[in-house]
């Protein structure tokens, strides 16, 4: 017997007609929406065929059917608000406005990569887009969300960098809410006055364990904030537009005041947790009825239908377009090179090891990050 996430409370239609926050955003924002999900989909599924053609090694978990949590919360916010995840990364990196190219050499572990080759799938960082990982210990991003939260008042409020209010966007699967790392970090934050969201992505299943048999009070996470006295919301994760209406102003009010929160965001993976889940623990049926309520499906449905400014013909061309754009992203990860090991094992180390317990080695820096390099020759264009 399986048991299904629980469905989120949502607005009824007829308030959803006149009360929606996204009614006013133009055509272009919703559009952009439907291409960064519907890039993330081609993403991942290109991403499974590589993996099973033994192209891409080590862990993979692939974010299909959740794509309305990343480019809906992070749509919500600035583009210098720091974000920072689990290993389910690939479509925050993607949404965060990570260049496909680098994020598929990265899944490759080519020296092209976002981190050279280093990090591998669960590893995806963005300086430039103020992407902080991809962990891939389950909680250990949670203090690292609350240590980010407190650097951006600690420049505003002590060094006087700046005088602009900012939020730290740190996702977690429902599986983190029972480490201990997330009770500490939220304890902190409620305490400091840190400026955190805790975006919990709860597909349901703490790998194959459902959560109602692995957390307490499953079908109330509010709770747990709560206990820190943490402002907590809960919104349906399967269409993006209830997203933006709910996040936006709750991202707003924190970023005003300063402060935590927490949110509840129920979607669901089609797929396993990771490549090697045979997926014993629920049924096709299940699934099926997730994808019923498919949130790519959802949003063209809305910009077809409601907001008539997009024609199937041209959403079939955003289909043709978005394939041929990673398929260039496979390309270039296939051409690349791999990082040459004796140049780079042993570089880019923040601190040298203590002599004696590591390696006798020269700890250089490595060959410049392609994203970091990619932004400068931008900066040099610019000026």
Same mark, same amino acid.
């Given at each position: 017997m399986t048991t299904a996430p629980p469905s989120a409370q949502v607005a009824s239609d007829e308030e959803k007609k006149t009360k929606r926050l996204s009614d006013k955003l133009p055509d272009k924002t919703l559009l952009k929406w439907l291409r960064d999900m519907m890039l993330i989909r081609e993403f991942e599924t290109r991403t499974?065929?590589?993996?099973?053609?033994?192209?891409?090694?080590?862990?993979?978990?692939?974010? !299909?059917?959740?794509?309305?949590?990343?480019?809906?919360?992070?749509?919500?916010?600035?583009?210098?608000?720091?974000?920072?995840?689990?290993?389910?990364?690939?479509?925050?990196? &993607?949404?965060?406005?990570?260049?496909? =190219?680098?994020?598929? /050499?990265?899944?490759?572990?080519?020296?092209?990569?976002?981190?050279?080759? #280093?990090?591998?799938?669960?590893?995806?960082?963005? =300086?430039?887009?103020?992407?902080?990982?991809?962990?891939?210990?389950?909680?250990?991003?949670? $203090?690292?969300?609350?240590?980010l939260a407190f650097a951006t008042?600690?420049?505003?409020?002590?060094?006087?960098? !700046?005088?602009?209010?900012?939020?730290?966007?740190?996702?977690?699967?429902?599986? /983190? %809410?029972n480490q201990g790392a997330l009770h500490e970090a939220m304890n902190l934050a409620g305490l400091l006055d840190l400026p955190v969201i805790y975006i919990v992505e709860n597909n349901g299943y703490s790998m194959g364990t459902s959560i109602a048999r692995g957390t307490t009070m499953a079908d109330d996470l509010l709770k747990k904030s709560d206990a820190y006295g943490i402002d907590g919301i809960e919104i349906d994760g399967m269409d993006i537009r209830d997203i933006y209406d709910e996040f936006k102003p709750f991202a707003d009010d924190l970023r005003d005041r300063q402060r935590p929160g927490?949110?509840? @965001?129920?979607?669901?993976?089609?797929?396993?947790?990771?490549?090697?889940?045979?997926? =014993?623990?629920? !049924?096709?049926? +299940?699934?099926? +009825?997730?994808?019923?309520?498919?949130?790519?499906?959802? %949003?063209?449905?809305?910009?077809?239908?409601?907001?008539?400014? @997009?024609? *199937?013909?041209?959403?079939?061309?955003?289909? #043709?377009? %978005?394939? /041929?754009?990673?398929? *260039?992203?496979?390309?270039?990860? *296939?051409?690349? *090179?791999?990082?040459?090991?004796?140049?780079? %094992?042993?570089?880019?180390?923040? &601190?040298?090891?203590?002599?004696?317990?590591? $390696?006798s080695h020269d700890y250089p820096i490595g060959e410049e990050n392609p994203i970091l390099e990619e932004a400068e020759e931008k900066d040099d264009s610019e000026d």
């Open positions: 499974m065929q590589a993996y099973s053609n033994a192209q891409i090694g080590g862990f993979c978990h692939v974010y !299909t059917g959740q794509e309305a949590c990343a480019v809906g919360t992070i749509g919500s916010v600035e583009h210098d608000d720091p974000v920072i995840t689990a290993y389910r990364d690939h479509g925050h990196a &993607l949404a965060r406005g990570m260049d496909p =190219k680098f994020c598929m /050499a990265e899944m490759y572990g080519k020296i092209t990569g976002c981190a050279k080759g #280093k990090g591998g799938s669960m590893h995806m960082f963005d =300086k430039p887009n103020h992407l902080y990982g991809g962990h891939g210990i389950v909680g250990a991003q949670t $203090p690292l969300g609350a240590g008042r600690y420049e505003r409020e002590v060094m006087e960098a !700046t005088d602009k209010k900012r939020v730290c966007l740190c996702y977690l699967g429902d599986g /983190a %809410l927490f949110v509840n @965001l129920i979607t669901y993976r089609y797929h396993g947790h990771s490549m090697s889940d045979p997926q =014993k623990y629920r !049924t096709k049926d +299940e699934v099926k +009825e997730f994808q019923e309520r498919d949130s790519i499906d959802v %949003l063209a449905k809305h910009l077809m239908e409601d907001r008539d400014c @997009l024609s *199937e013909d041209e959403y079939k061309e955003m289909q #043709k377009e %978005l394939r /041929a754009e990673v398929r *260039e992203a496979v390309k270039f990860a *296939e051409d690349s *090179e791999f990082p040459d090991v004796e140049a780079e %094992l042993y570089s880019d180390v923040f &601190l040298n090891p203590m002599a004696g317990l590591s $390696p």
